[in-house]
């Protein structure tokens, strides 16, 4: 059961790694036509707070697999605990530590945002 567990957590770790946006940044050489490539693609030359709104969002999303996959891990573990107190507990204890995260991360999030509205 560990295994599987273990191999399904590493094929999530996978998958975000591939599904994480790519930035492509233009070179600029007159013997390669990237500004046409670009432009059929949708590639866009973008500003610095655009690229840090894309790598916050980028890592709020594997915060919230990573949360996920926590939850999900100890439901499986409660589930499977036929009884076993520690286990039940353990299970107990990694929902409440994936909560408590994703609300401390959440709120940072919305903190920063505040604060960068109202300097802007």
Request: hydrophobic content about 55%; glycine content about 6%; proline content about 2%.
């Amino acid at each position: 059961m560990k295994k599987i567990i273990l191999n399904f957590l590493i094929s999530i770790a996978m998958v975000s790694f591939f599904v994480v946006p790519v930035f492509a940044q233009g070179i600029k050489n007159a013997n390669v036509p990237l500004n046409t490539v670009a432009q059929k693609t949708g590639i866009t030359e973008s500003s610095l707070g655009n690229i840090t709104g894309t790598a916050i969002a980028t890592i709020l999303s594997l915060v919230g697999i990573i949360f996920l996959v926590l939850m999900v891990y100890a439901g499986i573990l409660w589930m499977t605990a036929r009884g076993k107190d520690d286990q039940t507990e353990k299970a107990r204890n990694i929902i409440i530590a994936a909560i408590i995260g994703l609300f401390i991360t959440v709120s940072a999030y919305a903190i920063t945002k505040f604060v960068t509205s109202k300097l802007n």
